[in-house]
Each structure stands twice: as structure tokens, then as C-alpha cells.
């Protein structure tokens, strides 16, 4: 299994994506340090655990995973969570109008604008509400490119993530989205969604108004 889809200045970033939903995982590693922050421990554990044993060629140190971030609530983000966090002890983080009805203790609250810092590298936490009232985007700034957007369900390619029908949660997360994410970050900014295939903000942008008038 080859899950290498960047290998930037300072870190790697692998992706895998498991479960009869397409759900993707997301691994970040520091090349110097070998710390790693895994998003989203969606499903099928032993698919992570052969994932974070492939990136020990990531790192010219000891691989270790300091973080297992939540992007937000739902329930097929979630299920390797338990199993993965007694696996390896690592910390977990989710945003804080999500984190009481996860599976396991969250350690950090996020609160939006929020900066992890990782031994290598920083994450930023971009609180995007209507999918969730707790949905996280991770957001990792190289040094020599692009910015990277670990979207979860907020933003996919072709529109924002699914509100219910409900007109006010279309409204907050589609502004939440505008202001945070597209006022905030340039066209090159690549987006890594909860499920399917990355995109960027410039390829998402002319869409947005056409977004708003559909109402989804």
C-alpha cells in the first residue's frame, strides 16, 4: 500500500481511505523530528496501523504519533478512534461543540483559530459550523507552497458539506466557509477532503454564489 500523496520541505503527508464510505485518513509526519498527527481515525484500524508502519520511511528519527485529530462528531469518522488510541496513547483533539459525544476523552478543545504545535511543524484549527456545530478544518501552511486544508465534511469538491436541508445550517457553513477558508487563503491552497479527492480553493471559488443560490 503506497499512501505518500505529498512530501513537502518539513513533513510528509499520507492519506488512506477506508470503510464502505470512502472515508479518508489523513498522516502527517516531520521529516526531522518523526512527530505525526493522524486526522480522522475513521475505520479499520489494522488499515492505520499498516499506514503509520509505512511512514517510518517518512522521518529519519523514531516515528511517534504525538495527536489523533477529530474534524468533527459523525460517526464513520470515528470508529478506529477507541481502538487506535489505546493502541498507541497518543493525545486527541476535537472541536469543542463536537468533543462531549465522541468515543473516547478528548485532551484539546478547539476553539477556531487554535494552533497546534507539533515538534517540525504547526496546525492551525478553522472552526466551519452547519455541518456540525463542531466541525474542525486543520490547516497546515508549507514554508515553500500551498497551504493545506484538512477539510472533513465542510468543503468537497463541488460544494460544501451536507446541512440536512436546513437552511440555516446551509447559511452558517457556507459563510463560515467563504470568510474562513476562501477570504482567508489563495487559489493554490489545496483542499483534502473527509471523503474523495482533493481539490483547491481556486478550482471551488467561481462556484460559490451558484452554492448559495442551489441552497446545498
Not at 1 to 11: A, E, G, Q, T, V
Not at 128 to 146: C, F, K, M, N, W
Not at 189 to 202: A, N
Request: aromatic fraction near 6%; hydrophobic fraction near 40%; charge should be negative.
Amino acid at each position: 500500500m503506497d499512501s505518500l500523496i505529498h512530501s513537502l520541505r518539513d513533513i510528509t503527508i499520507r492519506r488512506i481511505s477506508v470503510s464502505e464510505m470512502n472515508n479518508n485518513v489523513y498522516l502527517l509526519t516531520a521529516k526531522a523530528s518523526g512527530a505525526q498527527l493522524l486526522i480522522d481515525a475513521a475505520d479499520d484500524l489494522p488499515a492505520i496501523q499498516a499506514m503509520l508502519a509505512e511512514s517510518a520511511g517518512d522521518t529519519t528519527a523514531t516515528p511517534k504519533l504525538a495527536m489523533i485529530a477529530t474534524t468533527h462528531q459523525h460517526w464513520d469518522h470515528v470508529r478506529a478512534l477507541p481502538g487506535l488510541v489505546e493502541a498507541t496513547g497518543a493525545k486527541t483533539s476535537a472541536g469543542v461543540d463536537d468533543a462531549e459525544v465522541l468515543p473516547v476523552p478528548v485532551d484539546v478543545l478547539l476553539h477556531h483559530g487554535d494552533v497546534g504545535n507539533f515538534d517540525g511543524f504547526d496546525i492551525t484549527a478553522l472552526h466551519l459550523r452547519g455541518h456540525t456545530p463542531g466541525s474542525i478544518a486543520y490547516v497546515y501552511q508549507d514554508p515553500e507552497g500551498p497551504a493545506h486544508i484538512f477539510s472533513g465534511d465542510s468543503l468537497f469538491p463541488g460544494g460544501v458539506g451536507n446541512t440536512q436541508n436546513d437552511a440555516a445550517r446551509f447559511t452558517s457553513l457556507l459563510n463560515d466557509v467563504k470568510e474562513r477558508l476562501f477570504e482567508a487563503y489563495p487559489d493554490d491552497t489545496v483542499v483534502h477532503p473527509g471523503h474523495g479527492d482533493p481539490t483547491t480553493l481556486g478550482a471551488e471559488r467561481p462556484h460559490l454564489a451558484e452554492w448559495r443560490e442551489r441552497g446545498w
